[in-house]
């Protein structure tokens, strides 16, 4: 599996049909298709051809998916090494003993430097994210 970053994914979208795509269970005519094959059409009614099963409905869900991580961006945090098996996060605020997340890499570059320069064990991890939704 190939992973794709925001950036990559807004190349993506550029020039390419927008979602969303639609399945079409039918013929042109509108005689049910006999198999679990789809005709896959683009919002304008652009036909973009013939697919089967599984593979049909993830081909249609492209635009949407690429669009999804296209709005997403990276969070970094910092791990530091406490011996062989235990790991904590870092906090980037002064009085916080839970460990947070930032989207500044160099502030996450600095603090992981600044914990080698004391001798601990630390290297920056990253997430990518979306923006909030209220789930209540």
Do not use: C, N
């Not at 639609?22 to 652009?46: F, V, W």
């Not at 530091?80 to 098996?85: A, D």
Request: avoid cysteine; hydrophobic fraction near 35%.
């Amino acid at each position: 599996m190939t992973r794709i970053s925001p950036e990559q994914a807004r190349e993506l979208l550029t020039g390419g049909e927008p979602g969303p795509w639609e399945l079409i269970g039918e013929y042109q005519d509108g005689e049910p298709r006999p198999d679990e094959s789809y005709l896959i059409h683009t919002r304008g009614g652009k036909h973009m051809g013939i697919m089967h099963g599984k593979d049909a409905a993830l081909t249609a869900a492209a635009p949407d998916l690429a669009e999804t991580i296209a709005g997403m961006t990276y969070e970094y945090t910092v791990y530091v090494y406490l011996g062989e098996k235990h790991i904590i996060q870092w906090s980037f605020e002064e009085d916080s003993h839970v460990g947070d997340w930032t989207g500044d890499l160099d502030k996450a570059e600095y603090v992981r430097d600044s914990l080698a320069k004391e001798g601990r064990r630390a290297r920056v991890v990253r997430r990518l994210v979306s923006d909030p939704e209220v789930v209540e």
